[in-house]
């Protein structure tokens, strides 16, 4: 017995409240760097893009964010950037 597909939409809609629900619960935890960025690619694929953009450049300009994680945050900004661009 397999219950129907949801589809992207809810996954990210999902992600993004658990991830929140997270950040709020766990404000010192070792992940927290980790579940913003999944945070902010949440919000921006649930098409709530300027939140997610902000969540990912507060990422960028934090001192003690890995820098694998900036990097990352980074290139999803670029994205944004050059998709605007070609529409």
């Excluded at 760097?33 to 098409?47: K, Q």
């Excluded at 902000?54 to 944004?80: I, Q």
């Amino acid at each position: 017995d397999r219950s129907p597909s949801r589809g992207l939409g809810d996954v990210y809609k999902r992600q993004a409240r658990k991830s929140s629900e997270f950040l709020k619960e766990n404000k010192n935890s070792e992940y927290s760097d980790r579940v913003s960025y999944l945070n902010g690619m949440a919000l921006i694929n649930n098409n709530q893009v300027e939140e997610g953009k902000k969540v990912l450049n507060t990422l960028v300009e934090k001192k003690d964010a890995p820098e694998y994680l900036k990097g990352l945050a980074k290139s999803e900004l670029t994205t944004l950037v050059l998709q605007n661009n070609t529409l």
